[in-house]
């Protein structure tokens, strides 16, 4: 069982984690979490703690494919006012900030979050490991190979899932070696990864057990789903639903999701099946 230091706010992970997605951003691709000002992020905050919700995930931009990239500067300017909006409502709620500027992870944990979550693993910031292990907050890294705006012409792998379970041997002891003492590994499924690769990734989850860290899966309403099931991001909670059954039957510790109403339900009826 794997338990997370939040900061002094102790998150068990005895039975998988919903972490609610809130985008503090205008390019989300998913319309439902467009949520720019400050009291529509905190309804919505609100409306997922409600439902359920262990973490409140927080980005200031889009990091789908191609999106436009945004300066620290902005990102700050975006997330810290939401931050401190939530935890001033809710004192004990757990926020990750999700960011790859180390710079905007400092201030965020200064402004009461307490989880980081960075989609390059400390690759688009060379400061970023360090500034975690001195923020003393759990980290989330994932896989990708360039940037959001690259990552779709670098997807070729002669085995994925070896290729990205040797990436995160070689970062879980990057990481430990900085001073970072919980570490969760997150495959990256869409990023730098065709469909055909995201579920092949899917399918094997259970192999990153041997990681012995905590696994996040993040594939609410990706194209991974509604490319296959040739409908939208606003209509794949179905889908959506469906591979979130199969990450937690696999070892998923943390779901992220948009969804985190159906997201717990599924969770709670997993459980009456004894499957976690």
Not at 30 to 49: C, E, F, Q, V
Request: hydrophobic content about 45%; some cysteine.
């Amino acid at each position: 069982m794997f338990t997370l230091n939040c900061k002094g706010k102790l998150l068990s992970l005895e039975k998988p984690a919903v972490m609610g997605i809130i985008n503090v951003n205008n390019d989300s691709f998913y319309s439902g979490n467009r949520k720019a000002a400050i009291i529509d992020a905190g309804a919505l905050a609100t409306k997922m703690l409600e439902e359920g919700a262990a973490i409140l995930d927080l980005g200031g931009q889009s990091t789908r494919p191609q999106s436009t990239l945004v300066s620290a500067k902005e990102e700050a300017e975006r997330v810290i006012p939401v931050i401190e909006s939530i935890i001033e409502k809710f004192p004990e709620v757990i926020v990750s900030i999700d960011t790859f500027y180390a710079e905007v992870a400092k201030e965020a944990v200064n402004a009461g979050a307490s989880i980081v979550n960075d989609i390059s693993a400390g690759n688009l910031d060379s400061k970023m490991l360090k500034t975690i292990a001195a923020l003393d907050v759990p980290y989330i890294a994932m896989h990708m190979r360039g940037t959001p705006q690259t990552m779709n012409a670098l997807t070729v792998y002669e085995n994925i899932t070896r290729e990205v379970l040797d990436y995160f041997i070689k970062k879980i002891e990057q990481c430990s070696s900085a001073g970072i003492k919980d570490i969760i590994v997150d495959p990256g499924f869409g990023f730098a990864k065709t469909s055909v690769q995201s579920f092949e990734l899917m399918k094997n989850l259970n192999a990153f057990s041997m990681l012995e860290r905590p696994i996040l899966t993040g594939i609410s309403r990706k194209s991974m789903i509604y490319k296959t099931l040739n409908t939208t991001a606003e209509d794949a909670l179905n889908g959506s639903t469906v591979l979130h059954t199969f990450a937690v039957q696999n070892g998923a510790n943390i779901i992220r999701t948009h969804d985190v109403k159906e997201t717990v339900e599924t969770i709670r009826l997993l459980e009456k099946l004894s499957v976690v």
